[in-house]
């Protein structure tokens, strides 16, 4: 049984900082690529940052420089550190593993982020 469990979100002042966990299960977790994506109430779910072939990362534009991520092959799981947050990053955040031939695709239940002051 597959399982991707995210932790660390929660309540935070504009300016400040988070780091999201995704701890997978389940899976070969070395050949799926991680990557996060959020959901913010009327909105589509949008990528935030994934890993791509190679290792490298992309991100969307709206969090470049202030969002990092990483993942730790041995501990099976992705961070997302999340800094410099903004109101317009609350959403639920959403883990997913995702790889080819053949297709697979999962998603954690996500953990919801609030920026507020």
């Known amino acids: 049984q597959v399982q991707l469990v995210e932790s660390g979100g929660g309540l935070v002042q504009p300016g400040g900082s988070l780091r999201l966990s995704c701890a997978a299960s389940g899976i070969n977790f070395s050949i799926y690529s991680m990557g996060w994506y959020r959901q913010a109430p009327g909105k589509q779910r949008e990528l935030v940052a994934t890993?791509?072939?190679?290792?490298?990362?992309n991100y969307v534009d709206s969090v470049k420089g202030r969002f990092t991520i990483s993942r730790d092959n041995a501990k099976n799981t992705v961070y997302l550190q999340m800094n410099s947050l903004k109101p317009e990053d609350t959403a639920v955040y959403y883990c997913?593993?995702?790889?080819?031939?053949?297709?697979?695709?999962?998603w954690g239940q996500g953990t919801q982020v609030t920026v507020s002051s």
């Open positions: 890993f791509i072939s190679g290792g490298s990362t």
């Open positions: 997913n593993a995702h790889k080819f031939s053949p297709s697979k695709n999962y």
